[in-house]
């Protein structure tokens, strides 16, 4: 009988034990090409809208434009900051990766972790000068694992929208 391959989730476990990551976390692929599909879908609705009302209203003014196109970079800016893997090694420093930056935090610099309302979306941790946003599931064992081992590291660290059943690695 052949050998299996290992499951996606299972190699990335395997790639953060080699690296001396405890844990590591990377969003579901599908997860991050749906998010950016419906933020395309709705950068080309805006403009679609937008420039046809424009049009229509004969809008000449550079101002009026500046304020469309501003808004819509900021929110691809935004959303290019939302951190899609997260590992975090023995000592319990973090790693957060997105498509714009990466952050190395410690343990210490996270005040307040907030969960989603619903059963997916984005894990909040508040620090000291911004806060980081991770997609993810927060019932996905790794993303509980990391809850967990920050939770024993850090006792004074506020959790909110988020029971018991979470800190269970």
């Known amino acids: 009988m052949g050998r299996v391959k290992p499951k996606r989730e299972e190699r990335r476990q395997a790639a953060a034990r080699r690296q001396g990551s405890s844990y590591a976390y990377c969003a579901p692929r599908w997860a991050m090409v749906g998010f950016y599909a419906v933020l395309l879908a ?31 970079a900021y929110t691809w800016y935004f959303s290019a900051g939302i951190f899609y893997k997260l590992s975090m090694d023995r000592e319990g420093n973090m790693r957060f990766t997105s498509l714009r930056r990466v952050v190395e935090l410690g343990p210490d610099d996270v005040f307040m972790v907030e969960g989603p309302h619903l059963p997916l979306g984005f894990l909040r941790f508040r620090l000291a000068r911004e806060k980081a946003y991770l997609m993810c599931s927060p019932r996905n064992q790794q993303v509980r694992g990391v809850l967990a081992r920050l939770r024993q590291l850090n006792p004074e660290l506020k959790f909110k929208n988020l029971t018991v059943e979470y800190f269970r690695p």
């Open 42 to 72: 709705w950068t080309v609705a805006c403009a679609i809208l937008l420039g046809s009302k424009a049009l229509a209203a004969n809008w000449g003014s550079f101002f009026q434009w500046f304020m469309i196109f501003f808004v819509v």
